[in-house]
């Protein structure tokens, strides 16, 4: 989506948006995504929704900063579970269901791994706008994101599949129904996504970092930051574009295989498609499955490959991939400086601590790892890390190659017996 920016009113300088936090009375200046609205003029503002999204923070972290290997105060956090839904897919439900709005939907429909459905049921069931369809697989999908489903009042529809059969599906019946739908593969979504990029570079001043860190699923949020960079350095409203990395989980490492092993490239807008085409070819052959216990991002067939890959060319960006143990003992240290966050999103710090021990992050850059959802999406894997026994991945989650749980901090059991508590409380006091 491009816009005609000479015909539209855009701020002199970023701060300018500063002066909308005086009227937070008003929702439009309120809302995270909304405040920006003149720099993802898609619709007239009346018309857009809100339901108060885009209230998160950006936090340096100490601990994780430690862990990933850089200096201590340069590596900070962007809290995107702090949505209202729990994840960052507020950003883009609130454009896209504007869009929606705006031409007359009645119905809205997505295929999700649980945090998309989560948003768009939550949008549909306090704006009462719309009806939410929502598709997802029979896998992995965690208790916390289908149960809001189920609590918003969506239409919820469990394909005998994976996320990518519910993808394939979702479009066919859209199309069929004439279902508006809500994936990344709206255009809409990606320009509330952009907005995370402009709190970013809010909370640091307007200072962009050196780096931003992000995990790659269906690949909308690294395609709207690579848009949000290129938007704000043609405006000239920033001088330097951070480089991005996009971080895969290695059962779902689509994205690391075309670009790190296979050469795809943007190649300034005639892309070399017949590379991912014949990878696509040879996943059927084989049949092959993505399998992560990150469930978020157990994605082979990205949407939004194309677009990533304009991104990563814009953002200098590199991808890498991680593995199921890197993200748990990632999440555990995230979980252990507050606010936690759910196993895909730990793949960011994952892949920074990987991308420091390369030398490609130096260890006095400004490093953002964008944290996508809440804790409590996934409490599931939390406590079987925390288990401390590896064997409850396989039994809970059915997932393999956790060896072990290094942060783990175990429940402590005890008998009902006072002196019993009272000595187990006294040995374990650290
Ligand atoms: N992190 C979380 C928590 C997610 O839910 C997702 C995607 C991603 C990362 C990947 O983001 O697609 O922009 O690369 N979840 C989608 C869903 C697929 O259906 O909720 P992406």
């Given at each position: 989506?491009?816009?005609?920016?000479d015909?539209?009113?855009?701020?002199?300088?970023?701060?300018?948006?500063?002066?909308k936090?005086?009227?937070?009375?008003?929702?439009?200046?309120?809302?995270?995504?909304?405040r920006?609205?003149?720099l993802?003029?898609?619709?007239?503002?009346?018309?857009?929704?809100?339901?108060?999204?885009?209230?998160?923070?950006?936090?340096?972290?100490?601990?994780?900063?430690?862990?990933v290997?850089?200096?201590?105060?340069?590596?900070?956090?962007?809290?995107?579970?702090?949505?209202?839904?729990?994840?960052?897919?507020?950003?883009?439900?609130?454009?896209?269901?504007?869009?929606?709005?705006?031409?007359?939907?009645?119905?809205?429909?997505?295929?999700?791994?649980?945090?998309?459905?989560?948003?768009?049921?939550?949008?549909?069931s306090?704006?009462?706008?719309?009806?939410a369809?929502?598709?997802?697989?029979?896998?992995?999908?965690?208790?916390?994101?289908?149960?809001?489903?189920?609590?918003?009042?969506?239409?919820?529809?469990?394909?005998?599949g994976d996320?990518?059969?519910?993808?394939?599906?979702?479009?066919?019946?859209?199309?069929?129904?004439g279902?508006?739908?809500?994936?990344?593969?709206?255009?809409?979504?990606?320009?509330?996504?952009?907005?995370?990029m402009?709190?970013?570079?809010e909370?640091?001043?307007?200072?962009?970092?050196?780096?931003?860190?992000?995990?790659?699923?269906?690949?909308?949020?690294?395609?709207?930051?690579?848009?949000?960079?290129?938007?704000?350095?043609?405006?000239?409203?920033?001088?330097?574009?951070?480089?991005?990395?996009?971080?895969?989980?290695?059962?779902?490492?689509?994205?690391?295989?075309?670009?790190?092993?296979?050469?795809?490239?943007?190649?300034?807008?005639?892309?070399?498609?017949?590379?991912?085409?014949?990878?696509?070819?040879?996943?059927?052959?084989?049949?092959?499955?993505?399998?992560t216990?990150?469930?978020?991002?157990e994605?082979?067939?990205?949407?939004?490959?194309?677009?990533?890959?304009?991104?990563?060319e814009?953002?200098?960006g590199?991808v890498?991939?991680?593995?199921?143990?890197?993200?748990?003992?990632?999440?555990?240290?995230?979980?252990?400086?507050?606010m936690?966050?759910?196993?895909?999103?730990?793949?960011?710090v994952?892949?920074a601590?990987?991308?420091?021990?390369?030398?490609?992050?130096?260890?006095?850059d400004?490093?953002?790892?964008?944290?996508?959802?809440?804790?409590?999406?996934d409490?599931?894997?939390?406590?079987?890390y925390?288990?401390?026994?590896?064997?409850?991945?396989?039994?809970?989650?059915?997932?393999?190659?956790?060896?072990?749980?290094?942060?783990?901090?175990?429940?402590?059991?005890?008998?009902?017996?006072?002196?019993?508590?009272?000595?187990?409380?006294?040995?374990?006091?650290?």
């Open positions: 989506m491009a816009y005609e920016w015909r539209l009113r855009v701020p002199g300088e970023l701060s300018d948006f500063e002066q936090w005086a009227r937070r009375n008003d929702p439009y200046c309120f809302s995270g995504v909304w920006f609205h003149d993802l003029p898609f619709a007239p503002l009346r018309q857009c929704v809100t339901v108060g999204e885009g209230q998160t923070l950006l936090h340096p972290s100490e601990g994780v900063a430690r862990y290997g850089i200096t201590p105060g340069r590596l900070y956090l962007q809290y995107e579970g702090m949505n209202p839904s729990g994840s960052f897919k507020d950003n883009g439900m609130s454009a896209a269901f504007s869009h929606a709005r705006m031409v007359g939907a009645r119905r809205a429909a997505c295929a999700s791994t649980g945090n998309t459905s989560a948003s768009l049921a939550l949008y549909c306090v704006t009462r706008l719309m009806k369809v929502i598709f997802i697989g029979s896998g992995k999908i965690s208790y916390g994101k289908l149960s809001q489903a189920l609590d918003y009042g969506a239409l919820t529809v469990q394909i005998a996320f990518d059969d519910a993808m394939a599906r979702v479009q066919e019946v859209s199309r069929e129904l279902i508006y739908l809500v994936n990344s593969v709206n255009p809409f979504r990606l320009e509330g996504q952009k907005t995370i402009f709190r970013v570079l909370a640091l001043g307007w200072q962009p970092p050196d780096w931003i860190v992000v995990p790659g699923g269906n690949l909308g949020n690294s395609s709207a930051f690579g848009k949000a960079f290129h938007e704000l350095h043609e405006l000239g409203l920033i001088d330097r574009i951070p480089r991005l990395a996009v971080i895969n989980a290695a059962g779902a490492n689509t994205l690391y295989e075309l670009v790190e092993h296979r050469g795809l490239r943007w190649n300034a807008g005639r892309p070399n498609l017949d590379v991912s085409d014949a990878y696509f070819a040879e996943m059927n052959a084989k049949h092959e499955r993505a399998s216990l990150a469930s978020a991002i994605i082979n067939r990205p949407v939004n490959l194309t677009k990533c890959i304009r991104a990563l814009w953002c200098d590199v890498r991939e991680v593995t199921d143990q890197e993200i748990l003992d990632a999440k555990a240290q995230v979980g252990a400086g507050g936690g966050c759910e196993p895909a999103s730990a793949a960011s994952a892949g601590k990987k991308l420091a021990a390369e030398g490609l992050i130096a260890s006095d400004r490093v953002v790892c964008i944290l996508t959802g809440h804790q409590l999406k409490p599931t894997a939390t406590v079987a925390h288990s401390g026994d590896p064997k409850k991945f396989e039994e809970v989650l059915g997932s393999r190659g956790v060896e072990t749980t290094q942060f783990a901090n175990h429940p402590v059991a005890v008998p009902n017996n006072l002196d019993k508590i009272i000595e187990a409380i006294n040995t374990h006091d650290h």
